[in-house]
């Protein structure tokens, strides 16, 4: 009786151990697929959200705003998943947000469009941790790609809404 309760354990634990190995190597081959992960444009591409460009008049409009059209530049690069730009020291980053909105041509210069702007500044700065974080996961840097390209396309839908409001402003008629 003694043996057999023995050969019993036995089989227990010699199947038990075989589990705990498939699920050790479903974790690893797990890992070693996040790993293999990484940004690239493709991924970029395939986002879903509203691209907007700048309309003529706001393309004569921030013609002179030199900050914004580096940073259209970047976001070009981004777009190809260069993300050089978006690793650069935090204070770089600061700098370069602060010139982009001292810089803001006065014709655009309202609420809703500085409220664009700290929006893709929060963005911008979350993408930068993001990406120097190296255990945080490529799928949350790919939202937060995602998340500042959105808040640009924002910026600009609002810098196209702005003057064309404005071009198309003709007052009101005087009551009599």
Known sequence: MRIKFQYIMALAAFFSCGDDNSK?????????????????ARAIEDFKYNDYILSEDAQKEV????????????????KKADVTFFTEEKD?????LDSLRISLPENIN???INSRISVLETKLLKLNNDLTLDNYSVDNKLGSIKDLLIANSNLIFVINKKLEFDKNDVGRPEDE
């Not at 013609?63 to 981004?78: D, G, Y």
Request: hydrophobic content about 35%; glycine content about 0%.
């Open 63 to 78: 013609a002179e705003w030199s900050r914004f059209q580096e940073l259209s530049t970047q976001i070009s690069f981004l």
């Open 110 to 112: 309202t609420n809703p």
């Open 92 to 96: 770089t980053l600061k700098v370069f």
């Open 24 to 40: 050790t190597t479903t974790l690893v081959l797990e890992e070693q697929k996040q790993e293999t992960k990484t940004i690239t």
